[in-house]
C-alpha cells in the first residue's frame, strides 16, 4: 500500500516565478492537507482540501492556492515567488477515522534564488 | 506569543538515557495532542496521540497530558541511537474540520550517541 507520495522532491526557482507541487494521498484517504516547514522549523499550516474544495485555510496569502481533483490527488500552487517561500513542502492525507490522523510524504524541497 | 512553545534543545544523551521533550501551548481549544518523529529529509510520522490528560505508554514511549497546565511530555526511555531525529509536538481542536489543521511547535533535534 503507497503511502503519500509527492512530487517534485526538489526543485529550484527564481524570483517572481510560479511553482505547481503535487501529492497523491495513501489509499482510501480523502482529505489533503498542505503543510510548510521553514529550515529548523516545525509544520505550518496552509490549507486543507476535502471533495474538492478549500475547507481550511492556514495565515497564507492568496499567493498560495491549490487543487483537488476527483481522485482526491492535490496540487499546490505558488505565485510570484518570494525567498522567504523557499522550504519543505509537506502533503498530509487522512481518512475517515476517529483520530483523523495525518500521514505525511516525504516532502518537495523548493529553493527560490 | 506562538500559540506552541517547544524547547529547541537540541538535546545530546549517551544511549540508553531517558529524555524528556517538553511543550507548552496558550490555546485552551487544543483538545487533542500529538509526538511526531521526523527523520532527517523524510516526513513527519506520528509517534503519539493523546487526549485526555493523564499518561500514555507505547512501548518505550510516555506521552504526558496537563491540560490544566497547558503543557505535553513526551519520555522516551532507554534511549537508542536509531532514536535521533527531530521530535515535533502537535496539536489541534475538536470537530471533524480540525483534523487536519495542526499546529505544531519548532521541534527539538534529538542526538542519542552509543
Known amino acids: 500500500d503507497a503511502g503519500v507520495t509527492q512530487s517534485p522532491t526538489h526543485l529550484i526557482k527564481t524570483r517572481g516565478q510560479q511553482v505547481t507541487l503535487r501529492c497523491s494521498p495513501k489509499?482510501?484517504?480523502?482529505?489533503v492537507s498542505w503543510y510548510q516547514q521553514a529550515l529548523g522549523q516545525g509544520p505550518q499550516f496552509i490549507f486543507q482540501y476535502y471533495e474538492e474544495e478549500e475547507r481550511q485555510r492556514g495565515n497564507f496569502p492568496d499567493r498560495f492556492s491549490g487543487h483537488q481533483f476527483p481522485n482526491y490527488s492535490s496540487e499546490l500552487n505558488v505565485n510570484a515567488l518570494l525567498l522567504g517561500d523557499s522550504a519543505l513542502y509537506l502533503c498530509a492525507s487522512s481518512g475517515d477515522s476517529f483520530t483523523g490522523e495525518l500521514f505525511f510524504g516525504e516532502g518537495s524541497r523548493l529553493t527560490v534564488l | 506569543q506562538k500559540e506552541v512553545e517547544q524547547d529547541p534543545g537540541p538535546l545530546s544523551v549517551p544511549e540508553g538515557a531517558i529524555v524528556s521533550l517538553n511543550c507548552t501551548y496558550s490555546?485552551?481549544?487544543?483538545?487533542?495532542f500529538m509526538w511526531y518523529r521526523q527523520y532527517s529529509r523524510k516526513g513527519p510520522e506520528l509517534l503519539m496521540y493523546?487526549?485526555?490528560?493523564g499518561n500514555k505508554e507505547d512501548g518505550r514511549f510516555t506521552a504526558q497530558v496537563d491540560k490544566s497546565s497547558k503543557y505535553i511530555s513526551l519520555f522516551i526511555r532507554d534511549s537508542q541511537p536509531s532514536d535521533s531525529a527531530t521530535y515535533l509536538c502537535a496539536m489541534r481542536g475538536a470537530g471533524g474540520t480540525s483534523y487536519g489543521k495542526l499546529t505544531f511547535g519548532q521541534g527539538t533535534i534529538l542526538t542519542v550517541h552509543p
Open positions: 493523546t487526549y485526555s490528560s
Open positions: 489509499s482510501g484517504h480523502d482529505t
Open positions: 490555546n485552551s481549544a487544543f483538545q487533542y
